[in-house]
T-cell receptor, first 112, second 111 residues
């Protein structure tokens, strides 16, 4: 149990385009999901907390207009990177809260 | 905010050796989790351990909340144990809480 999926697992896009990443809890319902970002050889940095049916809470320094988060149901949260630039290239990981946090496999974004 | 420090940052072991990884945190925590990040980036839950001791096969963990540290023990290490080990703490005393991660310990187990 407690499986979290992410789609896509990797994506390459051109600068200026938008990319949507989906995070799903497959066998449990999650009121709260989280989005993290990880650069090579670094730790995970929390970007935002996503609560079902309400607006996301963003960490300091994270642009809410650039990283749009929607938590439309108890099993799905989406992160949209708008007008992507090369500096947005990173590994994006979501997690879902069910007692403890369970993590998705991550999405590797490369912006050309 | 809370500081989470892990040591050592890097560790190289011969297969079969034992090791201890440490996680210090600077304030009271609601919960603490240990993860193993495999080479493909997936975080695997090892322990959910706000206090006390737990064991799962060759791995065990102890958290001493009053002294603000946690230890992860790996016995009889195998090459598949290689990867990065993170501890993360939850300081939100309300419903659910965001995790603050340490910088990780990168473990390499040689055959």
């Amino acid at each position: 149990g407690a499986v979290v999926s992410q789609h896509p697992s990797w994506v390459i896009c051109k600068s200026g385009t938008s990319v949507k990443i989906e995070c799903r809890s497959l066998d449990f319902q999650a009121t709260t999901m989280f989005w993290y970002r990880q650069f090579p050889k670094q730790s995970l940095m929390l970007m935002a907390t996503s609560n079902e049916g309400s607006k996301a809470t963003y960490e300091q320094g994270v642009e809410k207009d650039k990283f749009l988060i929607n938590h439309a149901s108890l099993t799905l949260s989406t992160l949209t990177v708008t007008s992507a630039h090369p500096e947005d290239s990173s590994f994006y990981i979501c997690s879902a809260q069910w007692g403890e946090q369970f993590f998705g496999p991550g999405t590797r974004l490369t912006v050309l | 905010g809370i500081q989470v420090e892990q040591s050592p940052p890097d560790l190289i072991l011969q297969e079969g050796a034992n090791s201890t990884l440490r996680c210090n945190f600077s304030d009271s925590v609601n919960n603490l989790q240990w993860f193993h990040q495999n080479p493909w980036g997936q975080l695997i839950n090892l322990f959910y351990i706000p206090s006390g001791t737990k064991q799962n096969g060759r791995l065990s963990a102890t958290t001493v909340a009053t002294e603000r540290y946690s230890l992860l023990y790996i016995s009889s290490s195998q090459t598949t144990d290689s990867g990065v080990y993170f501890c993360a703490v939850d300081t939100d005393y309300n419903q659910g809480g965001k995790l603050i991660f340490g910088q990780g310990t990168e473990l390499s187990v040689k055959p």
